[in-house]
């Protein structure tokens, strides 16, 4: 039993506080934490935008919104952010936690933008209506009227979707950005601990989703409670 | 100051407007009724384009609403609207959905647009209710705000489809109180309603729809005490 208690304090003592890896780790989840922030606050820009445009059909545009959505429901993000990195935007001076922000939030747009629609559809009619029989224009009344309620609709859905991103960020070691799992990756290499360093990684993860998820559950609550 | 003349309009196979046409004047208060389906709503919604006829005129003060769907929006503003379900926006207070429509459509200011609404609110009797959200009035009080937001674009006709019909039966009078008193202002009206007793003693005139058409158009004693066709009867004596 001492055993086993001595290798556990060793071994993170070895992977947490020698060479103050534990300050990897940290670094490594505000790296998460930004690209996933700044990937939803782009994702629900280019999902909303997307969502008009599928919801008004202006000529022309609609084949390209449904193209974009097919393209990155089709494809691994992993691959659209590598082509985005090295294609695309390698050759910028862009910071890599921008250029992979961008890239997720390329790919949260498309899954934002089926959210947004169904958010917009689920309004009732007579919303637009009224607004409209007041002499609002549609683009009044959808900013005044219908957007903040479908935002509402959807903020729990939002949540979710931060959600998934963290997780899903963790590939972006591939561009040698050093999120979470990097760093948990950096650690294993030096200590030749394979099985410590990941494991803290995995609870630091399950750590933030479930804040997260305890917030969405609240938010949803007290949404519901307004209605 | 309304010339409808000759109103189709069709969704899909179902024809529900077949040449309806009216004049109502300055002034003039004019109730719809008919059964279901007999296409008084869409006649009403037509008259601000929510619905867009098919086919027929609709002139109001000499501009005719087709021909100048371009500037529909400005049209609008001359008639206030108040649905069955209220459509009040949820997202608002009370205040801020009579006050929309002033400082976004009209270009109020935000205080300007804000005292009207008070001002308003308090006409309909909900001075105390100013700063309530829309899911804290009761059916009647949501009635009298959406009223009130209506009145807030300072319209020359007010278009009511069933204003009451979706109240609790306690309710129902507060609503007709203001519809009233915006008769006695001398508001030109048309009312699609169910409330017979209201028509009667609201209206100047009473127009009976059935099957697309305006099938009797008379002052309420006439429609009500010798009514000329024998739907209109058939009609009344299910209702009365």
Not at chain 1, 181 to 210: C, E, K, S
Request: proline share 4%.
């Amino acid at each position: 039993m001492e055993g086993v208690l001595y290798e556990l304090t060793n071994s993170l003592y070895i992977n947490l506080i020698r060479e103050e890896r534990y300050l990897m780790l940290i670094r490594g989840l505000r790296v998460t934490l930004e690209v996933t922030l700044y990937s939803v606050l782009l994702g629900v820009i280019i999902g909303l935008i997307t969502a008009v445009i599928r919801i008004t059909e202006p000529k022309g545009l609609v084949r390209l919104a449904t193209a974009y959505v097919e393209v990155v429901r089709g494809t691994p993000v992993v691959v659209q952010m590598v082509i985005i990195y090295y294609a695309i935007l390698g050759g910028s001076n862009l910071p890599k936690v921008l250029i992979a922000s961008i890239a997720f939030g390329i790919n949260s747009g498309a899954y934002v933008s089926e959210l947004i629609r169904a958010g917009i559809q689920a309004v009732p009619r007579g919303q637009m209506e009224a607004a409209r029989s007041l002499g609002l224009t549609w683009t009044q009344a959808m900013r005044f009227v219908i957007v903040p309620q479908a935002i509402k609709n959807i903020l729990p859905a939002l949540v979710n979707e931060a959600i998934v991103l963290i997780k899903e960020t963790a590939v972006v070691g591939y561009i040698a950005l050093d999120d979470l799992t990097r760093a948990g990756n950096i650690i294993r290499g030096r200590t030749f601990d394979a099985y410590t360093p990941f494991l803290l990684v995995a609870l630091v993860y399950l750590y933030t989703t479930t804040t997260l998820s305890i917030f969405a559950g609240k938010l949803e609550r007290r949404l519901r409670e307004s209605d | 100051m309304i010339d409808v003349i000759d109103l189709y309009k069709s969704f899909g196979e179902l024809e529900v407007l077949r040449g309806v046409s009216t004049h109502v004047g300055r002034s003039q208060v004019v109730c719809v009724i008919g059964a279901s389906g007999s296409g008084k709503s869409t006649f009403l919604r037509c008259l601000n384009l929510l619905e867009i006829p098919d086919r027929g005129r609709i002139t109001i003060d000499g501009v005719e609403l087709m021909e100048h769907r371009k500037q529909i929006n400005k049209l609008r503003r001359k008639m206030g609207m108040v649905f069955q379900q209220f459509n009040l926006f949820p997202n608002m207070t009370a205040r801020s959905n009579v006050a929309l429509g002033p400082s976004q459509a009209l270009g109020m200011s935000r205080a300007d647009a804000s005292a009207r609404a008070e001002a308003l609110l308090s006409k309909v009797g909900l001075a105390d209710k100013v700063d309530e959200f829309p899911n804290r009035l009761s059916g009647g009080q949501k009635q009298r705000v959406a009223i009130a937001r209506a009145l807030a674009m300072g319209p020359d006709i007010m278009l009511f489809d069933e204003p009451t019909s979706a109240l609790d039966p306690e309710m129902v009078g507060e609503v007709l109180q203001v519809i009233k008193q915006l008769a006695q202002d001398g508001m030109t009206m048309i009312i699609v309603t169910h409330e017979m007793g209201f028509a009667r003693e609201v209206a100047d005139r009473v127009l009976f729809m059935d099957q697309g058409v305006i099938a009797e158009d008379a002052p309420p004693e006439r429609i009500f005490r010798s009514p000329e066709k024998e739907r209109t009867r058939e009609f009344l004596s299910k209702v009365l």
